[in-house]
């Protein structure tokens, strides 16, 4: 048998793979809802919690700060742990797909409003001004002249750490969640066989590739000649 | 007779231990136009500001065409409508195109339509010489012309009074004149000015009063001639002369 034989045979073996198929799909569904679940929640409270900030109440602030700083440096993984094994000494049990879901969205949120924030800051002062001398509210300042300049330098920062996140739904399969990474390995440990592996490899990139392309066309949308 | 537009008395102001404003007592007349001079640091823009309260005086009063600011009761965004303000960095909206500058807050704030203030805020444009810039952006255009698009974005909004805190001295030597140019006829149609600036050529020939402020308080004023050629203070000598060394 040649090499590149003795290669397929083993990391991209048709048989295994289409027997594991089937999981490895269902392990792709499983990914996108946690994903699409961690990224509205994960993002809508950061920038909800940037927006709350802005409103410059110190002990809400110092508040917000806490929570940001603590899931910052935190590793989600040791997040999802202490919620999943931690929940239930409270008497509330969430399922692994909860806790991931809860952990990673934390975890989001708080990265995602230090991003905002940083955005929002960054908006010249005499934006602020020239808008409310025109009679412009605090809020109408806010969504039609500061936060459109902010979501621009947002853009970057908040794919990539949102990329990064998302991807971290494999962590799930700690606390025995059925997304695609746990699948595969499932599956390659029941078929003596990494095949799996690289269709969940394969799935991770149709999933996150269009992302990736996505936020670069978002990019150059935002874009304004200064 | 109708009372002062800006009717400004006792102002103070601090900003923690320090005090800028000393008690400024400043009237502007329907239709004058008032020229504020001084050093840097003497509390010029800290008093254009708390004229339309972007800074919170820290005593005294100030009312606007009839409308106390400093109530708390008085509806501050409405009352800043009439109340222009034109500022040394332009500060257009860089997103938005030059009318979407002078429309935003005819939308938002004086609640017309989308066409009402699109036509108000072409018709504010062609005044200002820029009817033909109304789809540019203010990357797109020079500093004259994201100046005079600033200037279009208050007075669309018809204010009774417009505040300019250095309007040309961001802007190269060349392009001075046509922000002045539209100044002036501005003035000419009527509209109430209170202007930091040091263009003494013009306020020379456009301003009826002259205000000279050291140390945050007003030191003297008068007509432009009197100040300028014959100040009663030293403080005021001493520093027309050393601007018209410029
Ligand atoms: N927000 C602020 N916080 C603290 N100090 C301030 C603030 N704004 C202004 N000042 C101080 O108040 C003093 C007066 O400032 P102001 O900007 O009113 O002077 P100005 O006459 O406009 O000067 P310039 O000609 O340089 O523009 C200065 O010493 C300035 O540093
Ligand atoms: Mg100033």
Redesign the interface.
């Given at each position: 048998m040649s090499s590149w034989g003795r290669f397929a045979e083993t990391f991209l073996n048709t048989k295994v793979m289409l027997k594991y198929l089937p999981d490895i799909l269902s392990g792709v569904v499983v990914t996108i809802e946690l994903a699409l679940l961690i990224v509205v929640t994960g993002i809508g409270a950061g920038l909800t919690l940037a927006l709350l900030r802005s409103l410059g109440v110190r002990p809400l602030n110092w508040l917000i700060i806490v929570i940001v700083d603590l899931f910052r440096s935190l590793p989600p993984l040791v997040v999802i742990v202490l919620i999943y094994f931690g929940l239930p000494s409270v008497n509330i049990s969430a399922s692994g797909f909860v806790s991931t879901w809860l952990s990673l969205a934390f975890v989001l949120m708080a990265f995602s409003e230090e991003i905002f924030w940083a955005g929002i800051t960054s908006v010249?002062k005499?934006?602020w001004?020239?808008?409310?001398?025109?009679?412009?509210?605090f809020g109408?300042t806010l969504m039609?002249?500061v936060l459109?300049?902010a979501f621009?330098l947002t853009i970057p920062p908040l794919t990539n750490r949102t990329i990064a996140i998302t991807k971290g739904t494999a962590l799930g399969t700690v606390v025995a969640v059925t997304e695609i990474l746990g699948q595969a390995s499932s599956a390659m440990s029941n078929s003596y066989n990494p095949s799996p592996l690289m269709m969940g490899a394969a799935a991770y990139l149709v999933l996150f590739f269009p992302v990736v392309v996505a936020a670069r066309w978002v990019e150059t949308r935002f874009a304004?000649?200064? | 007779m109708n009372g002062p537009i800006v009717d400004a008395r006792g102002l103070h102001k601090h900003f923690g231990a320090l005090h800028v404003l000393k008690g400024v007592d400043l009237r502007v007349a329907e239709r004058e136009l008032v020229f504020v001079i001084g050093p840097s640091g003497s509390g010029k823009s800290t008093l254009l500001r708390c004229l339309n309260r972007l800074e919170e005086p820290s005593s005294g009063s100030v009312v606007v065409d009839g409308i106390d600011m400093l109530d708390p009761r008085t509806d501050i965004n409405h009352a800043r409508q009439r109340i222009g303000m034109v500022f040394q960095s332009f500060n257009l909206y860089p997103h938005m195109t030059a009318l979407g500058n002078v429309t935003l807050a005819l939308r938002k704030v004086a609640g017309k339509s989308r066409a009402q203030a699109e036509a108000l805020g072409r018709a504010a444009l062609e005044r200002v010489g820029l009817a033909d810039r109304a789809e540019h952006t203010p990357g797109q255009l020079s500093g004259g012309q994201q100046q005079r698009v600033a200037i279009a974005r208050s007075i669309a909004l018809e204010p009774r009074v417009m505040l300019f805190d250095e309007p040309t001295s961001a802007l190269d030597p060349e392009l001075v004149g046509s922000v002045l140019e539209v100044m002036r006829s501005l003035r000419e149609s009527g509209m109430t000015m209170l202007v930091v600036s040091h263009e003494m050529g013009f306020a020379r020939n456009a301003a009826d009063r002259v205000v000279f402020m050291d140390e945050g308080a007003i030191v003297e004023e008068g007509p432009p001639a009197a100040i300028f050629e014959t100040p009663a203070h030293e403080r005021t000598r001493a520093f027309i002369s050393q601007i018209q060394r410029h």
């Amino acid at each position: 048998m040649s090499s590149w034989g003795r290669f397929a045979e083993t990391f991209l073996n048709t048989k295994v793979m289409l027997k594991y198929l089937p999981d490895i799909l269902s392990g792709v569904v499983v990914t996108i809802e946690l994903a699409l679940l961690i990224v509205v929640t994960g993002i809508g409270a950061g920038l909800t919690l940037a927006l709350l900030r802005s409103l410059g109440v110190r002990p809400l602030n110092w508040l917000i700060i806490v929570i940001v700083d603590l899931f910052r440096s935190l590793p989600p993984l040791v997040v999802i742990v202490l919620i999943y094994f931690g929940l239930p000494s409270v008497n509330i049990s969430a399922s692994g797909f909860v806790s991931t879901w809860l952990s990673l969205a934390f975890v989001l949120m708080a990265f995602s409003e230090e991003i905002f924030w940083a955005g929002i800051t960054s908006v010249a002062k005499g934006q602020w001004e020239a808008a409310r001398s025109t009679g412009l509210s605090f809020g109408q300042t806010l969504m039609n002249v500061v936060l459109p300049q902010a979501f621009r330098l947002t853009i970057p920062p908040l794919t990539n750490r949102t990329i990064a996140i998302t991807k971290g739904t494999a962590l799930g399969t700690v606390v025995a969640v059925t997304e695609i990474l746990g699948q595969a390995s499932s599956a390659m440990s029941n078929s003596y066989n990494p095949s799996p592996l690289m269709m969940g490899a394969a799935a991770y990139l149709v999933l996150f590739f269009p992302v990736v392309v996505a936020a670069r066309w978002v990019e150059t949308r935002f874009a304004w000649k200064r | 007779m109708n009372g002062p537009i800006v009717d400004a008395r006792g102002l103070h102001k601090h900003f923690g231990a320090l005090h800028v404003l000393k008690g400024v007592d400043l009237r502007v007349a329907e239709r004058e136009l008032v020229f504020v001079i001084g050093p840097s640091g003497s509390g010029k823009s800290t008093l254009l500001r708390c004229l339309n309260r972007l800074e919170e005086p820290s005593s005294g009063s100030v009312v606007v065409d009839g409308i106390d600011m400093l109530d708390p009761r008085t509806d501050i965004n409405h009352a800043r409508q009439r109340i222009g303000m034109v500022f040394q960095s332009f500060n257009l909206y860089p997103h938005m195109t030059a009318l979407g500058n002078v429309t935003l807050a005819l939308r938002k704030v004086a609640g017309k339509s989308r066409a009402q203030a699109e036509a108000l805020g072409r018709a504010a444009l062609e005044r200002v010489g820029l009817a033909d810039r109304a789809e540019h952006t203010p990357g797109q255009l020079s500093g004259g012309q994201q100046q005079r698009v600033a200037i279009a974005r208050s007075i669309a909004l018809e204010p009774r009074v417009m505040l300019f805190d250095e309007p040309t001295s961001a802007l190269d030597p060349e392009l001075v004149g046509s922000v002045l140019e539209v100044m002036r006829s501005l003035r000419e149609s009527g509209m109430t000015m209170l202007v930091v600036s040091h263009e003494m050529g013009f306020a020379r020939n456009a301003a009826d009063r002259v205000v000279f402020m050291d140390e945050g308080a007003i030191v003297e004023e008068g007509p432009p001639a009197a100040i300028f050629e014959t100040p009663a203070h030293e403080r005021t000598r001493a520093f027309i002369s050393q601007i018209q060394r410029h």
